[in-house]
């Protein structure tokens, strides 16, 4: 069985769980100023490291809610329990379940799954990617104009230093020059957006490797190109990723 399909699996353990907490009242406590947290984030964190440690006893699982220190394990799956718990919170079907599945700094399989709208992304390395049985391609737009671009705002905006700069300064930038901006609030899930064709670009700063580790395999394997703002591969340690369809990615890169 493919990997991709083993971890759908393992989610699909949590997707009760997942829409129970979705449509009822939480608990809600707070990790930074704006950065929430319910215990529905930190009770299928910690069903899901369970079954992945499991299934797959080779890797080491770093999830958001008990990470206290990012590390970047040779064997690693990074796991987010509720992408986008500000949207889970308010009630806004934008968030899901990610794992990223990694082998020596690179992706090799990937889910994004979000039980609300029960939308499965998923990849595996050289496999391709889709949605549910559907093969995902990124869009063909080339030009930048006319193009939809997504984005998000960094929890540390609060402190009005240097990412609330470059978020305001790139979108004084771009906002002019592309069709729009559209800002969601699930890194993953703006990703599958992208590789599916929705988007044609996405940019962020200051994400940790649960936000994006399973979004960019699938962005890779339906054709797209992700790098740092230095036109460089991107690692999970970088400060910013810039996502794009490969057609417009020079062109958002001199904005940003």
């Known amino acids: 069985m493919l990997r991709s399909l083993q971890l759908f699996e393992i989610a699909q353990t949590c997707k009760d769980l997942f829409i129970e907490g979705f449509y009822t009242q939480k608990d809600i406590q707070y990790k930074g100023t704006v950065d929430l947290v319910t215990q529905y984030d930190k009770e299928i964190e910690k069903k899901l490291t369970q079954k992945l440690q499991e299934v797959f006893p080779m890797y080491t699982v770093v999830g958001e809610e008990n990470t206290q220190t990012i590390t970047y394990p040779k064997r690693a799956i990074y796991l987010d329990p509720i992408d986008g718990t500000t949207n889970f919170v308010h009630g806004i079907p934008h968030c899901a379940i990610s794992i990223g599945m990694w082998e020596d700094g690179l992706p090799v399989a990937a889910l994004v799954y979000n039980p609300i709208l029960d939308e ?6 050289g496999k391709g990617a889709f949605l549910g049985e559907k093969q995902l391609h990124v869009s063909t737009q ?5 193009s939809l671009i997504a984005t998000g705002f960094p929890y540390t905006k609060v402190k009005k230093g240097k990412d609330y700069q470059w978020v305001i300064q790139c979108l004084s930038n771009l906002l002019p020059l592309c069709r729009d901006i559209r800002r969601f609030g699930a890194a993953s899930l703006d990703l599958c957006y992208l590789a599916k064709g929705t988007f044609d670009a996405y940019y962020e700063c200051n994400l940790k490797p649960w936000d994006v580790s399973a979004g960019v395999l699938i962005l890779q394997e339906a054709g797209g190109r992700f790098t740092n703002e230095k036109a460089q591969p991107y690692r999970l340690s970088d400060h910013i990723i810039v ?14």
């Open 243 to 256: 996502a794009s369809n490969g057609h417009i990615h020079e062109a958002l890169l001199a904005q940003l």
């Open 120 to 125: 499965a992304f998923r990849a595996d390395v």
């Open 142 to 146: 080339t030009l930048l104009q006319q």
